[in-house]
Nanobody, 129 residues
Framework: QVQLVESGGGLVQAGGSLRLSCAAS????????MGWFRQAPGKEREFVAA????????YYTDPVKGRFTISRDNAKNTVSLQMDSLKPEDTAVYYC??????????????????????WGQGTQVTVSS
């Protein structure tokens, strides 16, 4: 069982930056590939970024490439999402996620929602124009 708690959301002007953090409880955090998803009002939850288990290796959805950076600190059981050059269309609730099928599994593309067993409670990011 993995519990995830996000922090770091807020209100920022377009062009600004925010850093989201996700603290994971449970054993063997290092063995899980981790991801970030987001859900805007009236839209489905969508994949944003993934970082592979162990030493990493990242994947991003096209709209955030070059602006967002995912990282992990296995000693602290945390995964972070640095968001730069934010746009109003980045406004959403952001969720940290992982699952048992992501244990010891490297991804070379988006994490599928069906592979997620554990979600954080979400953190709101609002980008004003």
């Amino acid at each position: 069982q993995v519990q995830l708690v996000e922090s770091g959301g807020g209100l920022v002007q377009a062009g600004g930056s925010l850093r989201l953090s996700c603290a994971a409880s449970g054993r063997l955090f290092i063995t899980y590939t981790m991801g970030w998803f987001r859900q805007a009002p009236g839209k489905e939850r969508e994949f944003v970024a993934a970082i592979n288990w162990g030493a990493g290796g990242n994947y991003y959805t096209d709209p955030v490439k070059g602006r967002f950076t995912i990282s992990r600190d296995n000693a602290k059981n945390t995964v972070s999402l640095q968001m730069d050059s934010l746009k109003p269309e980045d406004t959403a609730v952001y969720y940290c996620a992982t699952g048992e099928r992501l244990k010891w599994t490297r991804v070379g593309g988006p994490i599928e929602r069906r592979d997620v067993d554990y979600w954080g409670q979400g953190t709101q990011v609002t980008v004003s124009s």
